[in-house]
């Protein structure tokens, strides 16, 4: 194999590896812009998570016949309605070029520790229903995995939400070192390895 077919081989290898380099990069430049950014990820997770498991959650209350019904189909309520408006409260706790919004960052922990109260109060209440109320046998239990189900994801919803409140608090620390982060774009020089004779010919 020649040497021109060596390079020609190895040539796009470098390309890729180097476009991938800049994509990390620019990925990087935008979060120094906006760190708040990955605060905003954990708290998306956790609607989207929440949004995705209503299906099980309201099919065990509409089982609950139990007289706490009327509660725990209203923590459920007021949970769904949170997950959405603290995401509203979060994008103006952090307008664009602009410092952050300390009421609505208020706003939003508030609501995060109200959903945190909400899905602790339908645990304990649907779980003692489940334990000391229902007449439901164990067959019942495996024709209805949806009792067991909506209580794993109050603990699920609970951990999630712990994590983005944990990341908007920590966001002034993990900012600095955001901003550590060498992004400058490294420019290659070329170097002449042979010397031209500019001199006239005679």
């Known amino acids: ?14 390309k890729k590896s180097g476009g991938v380099k800049e994509w990390f990069r620019k990925r990087i430049v935008k979060l120094k812009r906006k760190p708040q950014t990955i605060a905003m990820i954990f708290l998306l997770i956790s609607t989207v998570f929440w949004l995705c498991s209503l299906n ?3 099919y065990s209350i509409a089982k609950n016949d139990s007289e706490d019904n009327k509660l725990v189909g209203f923590v459920f309520f007021v949970t769904t309605l949170l997950s959405i408006l603290v995401l509203v409260a979060f994008l103006n706790a952090f307008p664009k070029r602009k ?21 602790l109060v339908y645990y304990v209440q649907f779980n003692n229903y489940l334990e000391n109320y229902s007449n439901y046998t ?14 794993n994801i109050m603990i699920i919803h609970i951990i999630l939400l712990g994590v983005a409140a944990l990341s908007v608090a920590t966001l002034p620390l993990y900012k600095k070192l955001i ?23 005679v």
């Open 1 to 14: 194999m020649s040497e021109n077919e060596i390079v020609n081989e190895t040539a796009p290898v470098t």
């Open 99 to 119: 410092k952050a919004n300390k009421i609505y960052l208020a706003v939003m922990f508030v609501f995060i520790a109200l959903m945190v109260v909400c899905d």
């Open 138 to 151: 164990a067959a019942d239990y495996r024709a209805n995995p949806q009792f067991d189900q909506s209580l």
């Open 56 to 58: 099980p959650v309201s």
């Open 179 to 201: 901003m550590k982060i060498n992004t400058r774009k490294e420019i290659e020089t070329t170097e002449l390895k042979e010397e031209i004779d500019t001199s006239a010919e």
